[in-house]
């Protein structure tokens, strides 16, 4: 009787009065423990003196801010390279891997799955330590394989989705493959792609944090620095409540930039139905009235 009154989907049943009541029990439960978690965080950093002025007030010398910045600066730097770099070997890989010649697609399967399999930390160090390069080099080196590699998984996973029937009719229409590609499947595919496009630079943006581990002077080198030189009880909390929301803005900058590029795709005048003028009287077929 109770499936009959309510509609169904495919894939599960609407709930009824009493599953909406649990559902919102768990709800009110769940943001009561989550409050209390950060309530009983915020006392112990209250109880263990995180915000008297003693911690706080070297923050306030221009030595740590030019510190701070010039750290930021660097990570923005590694950041924006090793972007640009994934980007353009992530589409080269992927390239590759559509090809239709078989042994280049072998080889770009092979390096895709290498450099996946491979941790960023590993050819970080091997880069740095192996081939005797400098800090940044070593640093966008690992962050460009395995982003760009990743990358090529998304480009290529991208273009398969999108609809067989589009690359179909552009064949037929005397289109060469470059053409399908670049006027038919690579514009179609970018909306699908953007998430996760955007998603994995903010695994790079996260990752640049590995390059104190080589000596890069990125922003955490410069917090570790800032911290191991304060002669207070845990030093390294206020540096981390003062990096961590920096991070936290660039990687919600990021996924704010790729809601904006999506919103702009979707009001695109290419994108949007065209207008079709309304029919006149005329003549439809030659000859004599």
């Not at 008297?52 to 950041?79: C, D, M, R, S, V």
């Not at 630079?201 to 917090?223: C, N, P, Q, W």
Request: charged share 15%.
């Amino acid at each position: 009787m109770n499936a009959l009154s309510h509609e169904s989907t495919a894939l599960y049943d609407v709930p009824g009065p009493k599953t909406e009541r649990r559902h919102k029990l768990y709800g009110l439960l769940s943001t009561v423990i989550l409050l209390a978690l950060v309530g009983w965080l915020i006392y112990l950093l209250f109880d263990t003196g995180q915000f008297t002025a003693t911690k706080w007030t070297p923050f306030e010398y221009k030595g740590i801010q030019e510190l701070l910045l010039k750290g930021l600066g660097n990570t923005l730097k590694a950041f924006a390279i090793s972007a640009v770099l994934a980007l353009a070997l992530g589409g080269l890989l992927a390239m590759g891997r559509l090809s239709d010649h078989r042994p280049v697609r072998w080889l770009a399967t092979l390096l895709v799955e290498f450099f996946r399999a491979m941790p960023v930390l590993v050819m970080i160090f091997f880069v740095f330590v192996a081939l005797k390069v400098q800090p940044l080099p070593a640093l966008v080196t690992g962050l460009t394989l395995y982003n760009g590699s990743v990358l090529a998984e998304v480009f290529r996973s991208g273009v398969n989705s999108v609809e067989r029937g589009q690359r179909e009719a552009a064949y037929a229409l005397g289109m060469r493959k470059t053409q399908v590609m670049t006027h038919v499947l690579v514009p179609q595919a970018v909306r699908a792609m953007l998430p996760a496009i955007i998603s994995q630079l903010v695994v790079a943006l996260k990752d640049t944090s590995l390059g104190y581990l080589i000596t890069y002077e990125e922003f955490l080198h410069a917090g570790k620095l800032i911290a191991s030189n304060l002669d207070y009880d845990l030093p390294f909390i206020p540096v981390v409540l003062v990096i961590s929301p920096i991070y936290i803005g660039m990687c919600m900058l990021l996924s704010w930039f790729a809601q904006w590029v999506s919103k702009r795709q979707r009001r695109n005048p290419k994108t949007e139905a065209a207008d079709v003028a309304s029919a006149e009287p005329g003549t439809l077929l030659p000859g004599p009235q």
